[in-house]
């Protein structure tokens, strides 16, 4: 579910919440119950808009070890049929081979239930 941040100018406060985007949220007071604070001395009819503070799905890139640390397995397309293994771990083959059963990354070992 996205997250929104509010902003009521009456106390200058800026407050995230989770809710449905079929949802907007125009009072401080509806701000208050979808998450959960308190109301205070504003009154719950206080204006409230909605603003952006940061982009979303803005994250911070990650790289291959971050992949690797995750246990996902990156492969680089290298020549025809022939990908690199850039987040290998153990004894896996730093090539991929299309045909080689033997170069295949060791995906049973990092998939967990």
């Known amino acids: 579910m996205p997250r929104?941040?509010?902003?009521?100018?009456?106390?200058?406060?800026?407050?995230?919440?989770?809710?449905?985007?079929?949802?907007?949220?125009?009072?401080?007071?509806?701000?208050?119950?979808?998450?959960?604070?308190?109301?205070?001395?504003?009154?719950?009819?206080?204006p409230v808009e909605r603003i952006i503070t940061t982009a979303p799905m803005a994250n911070t890139p990650m790289g291959n070890s971050g992949?690797?640390?995750?246990?996902?397995?990156?492969?680089?397309?290298r020549d025809d049929g022939v990908y690199e293994n850039v987040t290998r771990t153990g004894t896996e083959s730093k090539f991929m081979k299309a045909g080689d059963p033997s170069s295949m990354p060791h995906l049973n070992k990092k998939i967990s239930d």
Request: aromatic content about 10%; glycine content about 8%; hydrophobic content about 35%.
């Open 4 to 46: 929104y941040d509010y902003f009521c100018k009456e106390n200058d406060q800026v407050v995230e919440v989770i809710h449905p985007l079929s949802i907007k949220l125009t009072r401080w007071g509806d701000v208050c119950e979808k998450s959960g604070l308190e109301l205070g001395a504003v009154s719950a009819d206080s």
């Open 67 to 77: 992949l690797k640390n995750l246990g996902f397995t990156k492969l680089v397309k």
